[in-house]
């Protein structure tokens, strides 16, 4: 009994010291709920308001109305509301407890599609705060923002969270600033200004960690997701949904939550992982069923039932369909709405009922508000239902409308980088629109829309004419062109039903079918890994190399004599692949590069814009290399010396630079007037990055804490090179764009203004490459160009008594030819 009592009293006395010190307790919970520590502030409040159940008490109302705040934060926007129905007492009518009252009051409201409560709320509010508490000006301006942005008026959202911003800023309050800043990148965003948007979540990224807004950083990461999935940056997009889905978890924001696992299964499903989509979407399901979110639900029955679609369950996605339809009524998001309407004429053109899917698509195309994507989607399956019901010229009208407009997207992304990726959201509908071409046996119209496509960022930092890349054009003469250059083309063109060869000689364009994607990667994965293992490629018991030559060049071997000149223009994985490691079945097998001289290219345009002649007297080097070891991850290159000095050896002193050891740093070459160079030559580390392309980078001596020259400093550095060799691992890239190819260095050398890149698929063999380099430079020094030098230095290695012949040794350096 005595013990109890003790216990009794203990509490009793905590209590009392407990509700002594409201201030500092209201404190702690609301800096809490800015952390985004939502739990936690909810119940410290909780706790503070049995101290004060009086509805007369300054302290239950500042404490209530925090408790509406974490409320709708956590997604409980009804129960938010209902606390603050009640009035607080005429004597605190002029305090700011009634202007915060309102401001709970509108968010909540605007939370749940009342936007004219909300707005008249945030009036009231606005003009009681400039009588007497103009520091709550910049609080009200970021709700209004929240507001307009929800009535689809993206200016009056604007205006307010830059005024916002700018209240924040004067008010030294970074937690306002975080959110304004969220708000601006939000409106850029849905403006489709996403390169603008990246930046301004990048500095509400900054702001918010520095004083750990965890709620913040959630919405700020499923932003910038949000931005680089529309920029077809999957890698990116699908990093940033998961850091905002963690980062709502911390907070306990679950409604957040939802939202951004509908975020990851977007990504999943637009890499057509379906399995995967499906699993994240059905964990979110259940917990969306019980939330006030009626828009969120919309938007996760909307996805479910669009993964339904391709997974050919037409059944299940007309009931979700339904089910969607009816929570709608209550949730009158807009772009809900239209993802409906496109999934209910989506349903109806698989069914067959055309008339239907027509009206759902001509809808989504008459509302104004409806976004660039799905104009562009809209058109596209307009299109497709055109087809089915052989009305051929509206068809194409649609097809190249839906073209125009994904271009119009893309010319508005500045960022170069950020342009690079924006056509893997798009491709597919090029896609359509070949097979379209090819069923009415347009060989050359499909082959042009094909070109379309590729190295459109590469072409126009070239200063390629923006004509020469639309369609239909009057210039585009491929067969001119090859016989121009007196070399066969190969265009590839991989698509989900059937793959495309367009085979181009000086006196014949011919198209042929290959095997569709699905089949052609993994074996092209496969032969890929069996190289950089090191076995033995060529073995009988090894066949991937040879059913690759039976797929993708077989088809056309009549069309290449032995001994052609051959520019190779590949498509996704295959520019992973080293075409001259293919195995020749007969007369005896032999790889393909004792039968042809290769060259890889990007685009026909930018060949079109290629010199056609070099002078072999430009005897000019600029030596690069044997530098001193940076880091740890970056061992010393043993071989590197004797490499240089073989190089050095084909130039005279006055016609060359070298930059070694200590004199190998990145503001050493940039200041080196590369420009003046015929030749280029990197022998050292390089590094490509797979979701930062122009962060890929060579590996030079350390100066400060710098010594990378990185991918995105080479571009703004014009070059008139007739070669660039990158003797160093990753040299050509790591991530093959739609449209763009294989980007890293050789990309950024080539769009700087290089005519050739000689880089490197996988790590160089530091033994066997001074070897082959020699080789390449004897034949450049005798006059020969560059492709016919380098197939003449990989053959005297494959044709060696030692190890070198394995293709690991001298297959993984290709030629680029730029313009």
Wanted: hydrophobic share 40%; net charge negative.
């Amino acid at each position: 009994m005595t013990a109890f009592l003790l216990l009794n009293l203990a509490f009793v006395l905590w209590s009392c010291r407990r509700c002594a010190e409201p201030q500092t307790i209201f404190e702690r919970a609301q800096m809490q709920m800015k952390h985004g520590e939502l739990e936690p502030a909810l119940a410290e409040t909780e706790r503070a308001l049995q101290c004060f159940p009086s509805a007369d008490s300054v302290w239950h109302w500042r404490l209530r109305i925090l408790k509406s705040e974490i409320l709708w934060r956590q997604g409980s926007t009804r129960e938010s509301l209902a606390l603050m129905e009640a009035e607080p007492p005429v004597s605190l009518a002029a305090t700011d407890l009634a202007i915060r009252r309102q401001l709970a009051m509108a968010t909540a409201n605007a939370l749940m599609q009342r936007l004219p409560d909300a707005d008249r709320l945030l009036a009231e509010a606005e003009v009681s705060a400039k009588a007497g508490h103009p520091g709550l000006l910049g609080e009200i301006a970021l709700r209004r923002g929240t507001v307009r942005f929800l009535a689809g008026d993206l200016e009056g959202a604007r205006t307010a969270y830059q005024k916002s911003l700018e209240s924040a800023r004067e008010a030294k309050d970074l937690f306002l600033e975080a959110a304004a800043l969220d708000g601006l990148g939000v409106v850029a965003t849905k403006k489709e200004h996403y390169d603008e948007a990246i930046d301004w979540d990048r500095s509400a990224l900054d702001t918010a960690r520095s004083v750990g807004a965890q709620r913040i950083l959630a919405n700020i990461s499923g932003n910038l997701a949000w931005c680089y999935r529309k920029l077809g940056d999957y890698d990116s997009a699908l990093t940033f949904y998961k850091q905002a889905e963690e980062a709502s978890v911390r907070s306990g924001a679950l409604g957040d939550q939802l939202y951004w696992l509908t975020g990851i299964e977007s990504v999943y499903s637009e890499q057509q992982h379906y399995a995967a989509a499906e699993a994240v979407l059905e964990q979110a399901l259940d917990r969306a069923r019980r939330q006030d979110d009626k828009s969120t639900l919309v938007e996760i029955l909307n996805d479910l039932s669009a993964v339904a679609l391709e997974t050919g369950r037409l059944d299940l996605a007309e009931k979700l369909e339904e089910e969607a339809s009816k929570v709608r009524t209550v949730s009158p998001d807009q772009s809900e709405i239209l993802d409906s309407i496109l999934i209910r004429g989506r349903i109806a053109e698989r069914r067959g009922d055309y008339r239907s899917a027509e009206g759902s698509f001509e809808r989504i195309l008459s509302d104004a508000k409806a976004g660039s994507s799905e104009r562009w989607e809209a058109q596209a399956r307009l299109a497709n239902v055109y087809v089915a019901e052989s009305r051929d010229a509206k068809a194409e009208r649609e097809f190249q409308e839906s073209l125009d407009t994904i271009e119009g997207v893309r010319t508005s992304v500045q960022a170069e980088e950020l342009r690079l990726s924006f056509l893997s959201t798009a491709i597919s509908i090029y896609s359509d629109y070949i097979e379209f071409l090819m069923r009415h046996g347009r060989v050359l119209d499909a082959l042009q829309v094909a070109e379309l496509s590729r190295a459109r960022t590469l072409a126009e930092g070239l200063g390629t004419k923006p004509n020469s890349l639309s369609f239909p054009s009057q210039a585009f003469h491929p067969q001119a062109l090859a016989r121009r250059l007196n070399l066969i083309l190969l265009f590839y063109w991989l698509g989900e039903d059937r793959s495309y060869l367009w085979v181009i000689t000086p006196t014949k364009l011919s198209c042929l079918a290959l095997p569709k994607q699905a089949e052609i990667d993994p074996v092209v994965n496969a032969y890929r890994q069996t190289i950089l293992e090191g076995r033995d490629v060529s073995s009988p018991s090894n066949d991937d190399g040879k059913k690759l030559y039976r797929m993708l060049l077989a088809p056309a071997r009549e069309l290449i004599p032995q001994n052609s000149r051959v520019v190779l223009l590949p498509a996704e994985s295959l520019y992973g692949l080293n075409f001259e490691t293919l195995i020749v079945p007969d007369p005896q097998p032999h790889y393909w590069i004792e039968d042809v001289t290769l060259t890889t290219a990007s685009s026909l345009t930018l060949l079109e814009h290629s010199r056609t002649q070099h002078d072999p007297n430009e005897k000019s080097l600029l030596l690069v290399g044997n530098t001193e070891q940076p880091s740890a991850d970056f061992p010393l290159l043993p071989q590197a010396p004797a490499e240089m000095q073989k190089i050095e050896h084909y130039f005279a002193d006055s016609r060359r630079k070298v930059l070694e050891g200590k004199q190998a740093t990145p503001s050493a070459y940039l200041s080196s007037s590369p420009e003046r160079y015929a030749y280029l030559h990197f022998v050292t580390h390089g590094t490509a990055s797979h979701t930062r392309p122009l962060e890929s980078a060579v590996i030079l001596t350390k100066e400060g804490d710098s010594y990378k020259l990185y991918a995105r400093d080479i571009v703004t550095h014009p070059l008139q090179a007739q070669l660039v060799t990158i003797s160093a691992c990753n040299g050509a890239g790591a991530r093959a764009y739609a449209g763009e190819g294989l980007v890293g260095l050789s990309w950024a050398f080539l769009r700087a203004g290089a005519h050739n890149v000689i880089a490197s698929l996988w790590e160089v063999s530091d033994a066997s490459t001074p070897q082959l380099m020699d080789e390449l430079y004897k034949g450049l020094s005798a006059g020969q160009d560059p492709a016919s030098a380098l197939r003449k230095a990989k053959l005297t290695l494959l044709h060696s008594d030692t190890v070198f012949r394995k293709p690991f040794y001298w297959a993984q350096f290709q030629l680029y030819a730029g313009s």
